[in-house]
Each structure stands twice: as structure tokens, then as C-alpha cells.
Antibody, heavy 125, light 107 residues
């Protein structure tokens, strides 16, 4: 079955750019699905960062939109996150995730049923 | 953005207790509401989707209800493995938003 695995530097300097990759195994990133990033500061709740479709269409959280870029590399079967101008507030576990959906009565309901294990990124000098 | 408000933020309960967690959306989201369980150091795991549908493999002691703005997650008989943090999440629109979480602790 499809699995997700995050990778990237665990330490980023303030004002630098956080860069992470999520490798998709057991399936194609070109399948009909959205590929997401979610983060969780230590001891805090979950925050949705954004998503990308395999075609390249994106949706971002407005709170991060000016600093976030999510991209997809079909040749490598992975998608990536870049977060610019980081501060200590960006220290978090970063998860990649992808949803399934359930359709009933003309409505489709999306839910995150596949997650990576998460990777801790610390912003510090 | 749709704000999701969970209550309580934490609770203490005993094995066998019935536990109820509520989630309120700042606007109507129909049934576009999911519940997740998260244990320390692990990724969230979906329990309930579309407000009331039980994810495959999740024990039937978990149930969800509600529509519009008010939702409930119920654990009918709390088991030792259920001590965790629970989050609601709306999938009505983007940005996807989560509730602040409810930590279920052992009494």
C-alpha cells in the first residue's frame, strides 16, 4: 500500500528556508489525489499548511501563504515543502499526509487517512 | 477561516467510563467533520469521518454524531489504549482547520 516518508534537515537557522520532501512509495503521485503538509509545534495542536494536486494546483493556509511553496516532482514520485523566512515559531513536527474521500448523496467528504511519521524541524542559530 | 472549538481541552476518566468530546464550528460545515486520535510521538489516526462514519479497523466503541456546527465524539467504554489526544478537523473548505485538541488522561 501507499506509504509516505518525510525527509530534510532537522535544524534551520532563523531567517533561512525550511525545505522538506515527502517520498511516496507503493503508489504514484500522479494518482487522483491531493498531497498535504500539516505541522505541529511541540506540545501544541495541528496546523494545516497546504496541499498540491499532481497537476500542480495548490491551496495554502492564508496565515503562511506569503512564505510557503509546495511543489511536486513526478519523476521522483515525491512532493516538497519550502517555508521561507523561518523563525522559532516555525519549530514543529512536519507531517505529509494524503486524504481519502467518501461520497454520499452528491457530497464528497475528505479525511486524512494516510500520514508520514513526521519529522522535527528546529529553527535555531 | 472556519474556527473549530473543542471542549473540554482535557479530561480525566477511568477505564470503562463513557467519554464525550464536543467540537463546534464557527459556521455550518454540514457533515464535513473528522475525528483523529494522536498518541505521543505518533501521527494522528483517523477514527471518524463525515461526522459519523467509522474508519475501517477502528473499534465500535468510538462513535460520532452531529451536523451543521455541533459535533460529538463518544467513547462508550474507555479502554487503556484510548488515553490519547483527540482532534476534530473540518474538511468543508480550505484552509483545513483543526480543533485545539482534547487530552484524555487516566483518573
Amino acid at each position: 500500500q501507499v506509504q509516505l516518508q518525510e525527509s530534510g534537515p532537522g535544524l534551520v537557522k532563523p531567517s533561512g528556508t525550511l525545505s522538506l520532501t515527502c517520498a511516496v512509495s507503493g503508489g504514484s503521485i500522479s494518482s487522483t489525489n491531493w498531497w498535504n503538509w500539516v505541522r505541529q509545534p511541540p506540545g501544541k495542536g495541528l496546523e494545516w499548511i497546504g496541499e498540491i494536486y499532481h497537476s500542480g494546483s495548490t491551496n495554502y493556509n492564508p496565515s503562511l501563504k506569503s512564505r510557503v511553496t509546495i511543489s511536486v516532482d513526478k519523476s521522483k514520485n515525491h512532493f516538497s515543502l519550502k517555508l521561507a523566512s523561518v523563525t522559532a515559531a516555525d519549530t514543529a513536527v512536519y507531517y505529509c499526509a494524503t486524504p481519502s474521500h467518501f461520497c454520499s448523496g452528491g457530497n464528497c467528504y475528505w479525511y486524512f487517512d494516510l500520514w508520514g511519521r513526521g519529522t522535527l524541524v528546529t529553527v535555531s542559530s | 477561516d472556519i474556527q473549530m472549538t473543542q471542549s473540554p481541552s482535557s479530561l480525566s476518566a477511568s477505564v470503562g467510563d463513557r467519554v464525550t468530546i464536543t467540537c463546534r464550528a464557527s459556521q455550518s460545515i454540514s457533515r464535513h467533520l473528522n475525528w483523529y486520535q494522536q498518541k505521543p510521538g505518533k501521527a494522528p489516526k483517523v477514527l471518524i469521518y463525515a461526522a459519523a462514519s467509522l474508519q475501517s479497523g477502528v473499534p465500535p466503541r468510538f462513535s460520532g454524531s452531529g451536523s451543521g456546527t455541533d459535533f460529538t465524539l463518544t467513547i462508550s467504554s474507555l479502554q487503556p489504549e484510548d488515553f490519547a489526544t483527540y482532534y476534530c478537523q473540518q474538511s468543508y473548505n480550505t484552509p483545513r482547520t483543526f480543533g485545539g485538541g482534547t487530552k484524555v488522561e487516566i483518573k
